[in-house]
C-alpha cells in the first residue's frame, strides 16, 4: 500500500511559476514510474511529464521546455516545477505510481493560471 499526498497549487498569473510536490508514504524507490498527470474541467485526465526510477524523463509536447520533473528519493518526494504558466495549463494535477503490481493516485492538487 500506498500515500500518495500532493502539494503545492494554487493560483498564479501568466507567466508565473509553481512547483508541485508529492510526498509518499515510504520509499519511492519501490515505484518503477512516478508520473503528474492533470485534469481541466470537462475533460480527461492526461499525462504531463514521468520519471522513472532510473531518472529518465519524458513531456507532453505542450509542456516541453517550460515544466521539470525530478525526484528526490531521500524525501520520497516527486516535483514539478512549472515556469512560463499558460492559462491553459489551468486544471487539478495528480501524482500517479505505478509499481508491478498496481498503481496509485494522489488526491490532487488545483492550479490557477489567472490574470
Known amino acids: 500500500q500506498a500515500q500518495l499526498v500532493e502539494s503545492g497549487g494554487g493560483l498564479v498569473q501568466p507567466g508565473g511559476s509553481l512547483r508541485l510536490s508529492c510526498t509518499a508514504s515510504g520509499s519511492i524507490l519501490r515505484f518503477n514510474i512516478m508520473a503528474w498527470y492533470r485534469q481541466a474541467p470537462g475533460k480527461q485526465r492526461d499525462a504531463v511529464a514521468d520519471i522513472s526510477s532510473g531518472g529518465s524523463t519524458n513531456y507532453v509536447d505542450s509542456v516541453k521546455g517550460r515544466f521539470t520533473v525530478s525526484r528526490d528519493n531521500a524525501k520520497n518526494t516527486v516535483y514539478l516545477q512549472m515556469n512560463s504558466l499558460k492559462p491553459e495549463d489551468t486544471a487539478v494535477y495528480y501524482c500517479?505510481?505505478?509499481?508491478?503490481?498496481?498503481?496509485?493516485w494522489g488526491q490532487g492538487t488545483q492550479v490557477t493560471v489567472s490574470s
Open positions: 500517479y505510481a505505478l509499481t508491478d503490481r498496481r498503481d496509485y
